[in-house]
């Protein structure tokens, strides 16, 4: 499994970036995003619970000791991480918030590099480096309508913690020994209580019982592609390789939302971004090579 960890995690990579898709043809139905979030949680846990059903029921137990990692995986990882993003596309811009956001490979490294002792090479920083430059680039930070405050700048890198935390909890629950059907299954479950503070759940039961079926099949394809089968991924990727590692093949998300994007909605990136791709690109060639 070793020699397909990388795989894995730019599989992952790759389901996350197909996020836009579902949230573009979700939100036209009146749900915003933090709603498309709450949904994509509780959908996402009869999915797990069923494949643990069919396959090894054992993997529902848990130490009541053990289980912090998970609630901070769901309330830090994944809810705090988004309200901060939706925070920070409020007081900035989509291109800075996105920027932001991919700060997380830092903090994943200096994290890790105190929690797990995990070292900080030169091969790493450069590909760091490289992908946060050319994710700049893709984002289009530089086209001249970038808005930068205080107040976003502080939420936004808020947004990069809350992502890095991602990856930090479950490297904690995988050296508790955990597989990851038993990590994303009460990882769901925790961001889906924690999901309730944050969002208005009635504009999604409503939504739900108004369109019925078409807004029902949406829902659980984001839960089954952009959801459950990217953090399977992920965790059993991160089974086998280090975190910061980790962190920075997974950064293939943006490049693939743009493939997405001229796949699917024609949207022909700018040459900025083309480069930048290729910039990326080469810095997440540079950290699966060591």
């Known amino acids: 499994m070793k020699h397909y960890a990388g795989l894995c995690i730019v599989l992952a990579g790759t389901c996350w970036g197909s996020i836009g898709i579902f949230v ?3 939100s036209e139905y009146g749900l915003d995003t933090l709603n498309i979030v709450e949904m994509r949680m509780i959908f996402s846990i009869p999915v797990v619970a069923l494949i643990i059903l069919f396959t090894d029921k ?8 053990h289980i912090w990692p998970m609630v901070g995986t769901g309330t830090i990882g994944m809810v705090f991480f988004n309200f901060c993003y939706m925070n920070t596309i409020q007081a900035t811009s989509l291109s800075v918030a996105a920027v932001l956001a991919y700060t997380a490979p830092i903090f994943v490294m200096c994290f890790s590099a105190v929690f797990f002792g995990e070292k900080i090479t030169k091969r790493k920083l450069v590909a760091l480096v490289l992908v ?5 680039m893709v984002s ?21 913690v809350g992502y890095a935390f991602n990856t930090i909890f479950q490297r904690f629950a995988l050296n508790y020994g955990y597989k990851p059907f038993t990590i994303q299954f009460y990882t769901f479950i925790f961001a889906a209580i924690c999901g309730l503070f944050v969002c208005d759940i009635n504009i999604s039961l409503t939504a739900i019982e108004t369109s019925g079926v078409p807004l029902f099949i949406w829902l659980v394809a984001i ?5 459950v089968s990217p ?12 975190n910061g590692k980790a962190s920075l093949l997974a950064s293939v998300e943006p490049i693939m939302a743009v493939v997405f994007g001229i796949v699917i909605f ?3 990136p700018s040459l900025v971004a083309s480069i930048g791709i290729a910039v ?8 699966n090579k060591e």
């Open 24 to 26: 573009r043809n979700i």
């Open 58 to 65: 054992s993997l529902f137990k848990i130490k009541l000791k």
């Open 132 to 136: 946060f430059g050319g994710c700049c």
């Open 140 to 160: 289009g930070l530089f086209d001249g309508t970038a808005v930068l405050t205080w107040k976003g700048l502080i939420v936004g890198l808020g947004a990069g």
């Open 223 to 227: 839960a089954l592609i952009a959801t």
């Open 231 to 242: 953090n399977l991924l992920y965790a059993t990727g991160l089974k086998s390789i280090e």
């Open 266 to 268: 024609h949207e022909i």
């Open 280 to 287: 990326m690109l080469f810095g997440i060639y540079l950290v």
